[in-house]
């Protein structure tokens, strides 16, 4: 087991599944002290048992400020201080076309994507500046970075979660905060299973569908996402603060077919002016 989080605590918003639980159990594993805050109490108190030691659940729903706060404040009062926020709960929230879609649902996916990681960067500011340490990780999603990959409003809400993260970062670098975001590609987990499977419990299933569909020869599993926030997290990572880290097989940045990978070109060819070839 490497031990680079020893002595750390972290609060991750959403870790009782999903990616969240997997950064839980990567921290977790490593050394930190963990609050699993999430909406749903049994796997939280589940996961937290099974950890035991060094891991509380808090039920906590970040579209609250007040929830969140109490996050925070339970990481210093049960394990002394706060390292690293992980604002990491999310909703698709609300689908379906823009002519028709319920504001008032809209303004409950931005509270759930959007205000949550407002409040998270706040109250982890709050006891982070006083001790000028500290790391603050949020998820955004390729669709806050290309359109027709995700719904309106959720795309909305993780575009936004880019621009705060940046904002805070050049706030908060004096103070050495690192602030940064990742962007998951699309990741087996209860979210993705409630769209390609039969629900969110239905893993397997959606690790089957997603196979047929990756981009890389195996499917995103929440795990490698952590591995990435773990990375963010940690003293390797001293100097990366205001990144958006996509962990997506290129996704977001590597968008075409490569004619170079489909064997149309046998060999490499050099191109001139007016098309003359080598
Ligand atoms: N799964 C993907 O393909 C994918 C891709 C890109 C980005 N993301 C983002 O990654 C993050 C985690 O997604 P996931 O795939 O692990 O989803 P998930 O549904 O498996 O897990 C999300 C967790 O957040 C919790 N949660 C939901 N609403 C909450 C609230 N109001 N308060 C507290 N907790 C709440 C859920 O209970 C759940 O444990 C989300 O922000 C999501 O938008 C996911």
Excluded: C, W
């Excluded at 959403?14 to 050394?31: D, M, N, Q, S, Y």
Aim: hydrophobic share 45%; proline share 5%.
């Amino acid at each position: 087991m490497d031990d680079r989080f020893i002595g750390r605590v972290a609060v991750i918003t959403g870790g009782a599944g999903g990616i969240g639980e997997a950064t839980v159990r990567g921290l977790h594993a490593e050394g930190a002290s963990v609050v699993i805050a999430d909406i749903q109490d049994a796997p939280g108190q589940s996961l937290a048992a099974e950890l035991g030691d060094r891991a509380v659940f808090l039920r906590t729903d970040v579209s609250q400020e007040s929830d969140v706060a109490a996050a925070v404040d339970a990481a210093v009062t049960r394990f002394g201080q706060l390292d690293i926020m992980f604002n990491n709960a999310g909703v698709m929230g609300t689908l379906g076309p823009i002519e028709t879609t319920s504001i008032d649902d809209a303004d409950l996916t931005i509270a759930i994507n959007l205000r949550s990681v407002i409040s998270g960067m706040k109250h982890a500011a709050r006891v982070m500046k006083p001790r000028r340490s500290g790391i603050i990780l949020s998820t955004s999603s390729p669709a806050g970075m290309l359109g027709g990959v995700g719904p309106h409003v959720y795309s909305a809400t993780k575009a936004a979660v880019i621009g705060i993260s940046n904002s805070v970062a050049a706030e908060l670098r004096p103070f050495n905060i690192r602030v940064n975001t990742v962007v998951p590609g699309a990741v087996v987990s209860p979210m993705t299973a409630s769209l390609v499977a039969d629900g969110p419990d239905h893993l397997e299933q959606a690790l089957q569908t997603m196979s047929g569909t990756s981009l890389m020869g195996r499917p995103l599993l929440p795990a490698d996402v952590a591995a990435a926030a773990l990375y963010l997290a940690s003293d390797a990572a001293a100097f990366v603060t205001g990144v958006t880290l996509p962990v997506d097989a290129g996704m977001t940045g590597a968008i075409g077919q490569s004619p170079f990978a489909t064997g149309k070109y046998e060999q490499s060819v050099t191109v001139f002016e007016a098309g003359r070839r080598t």
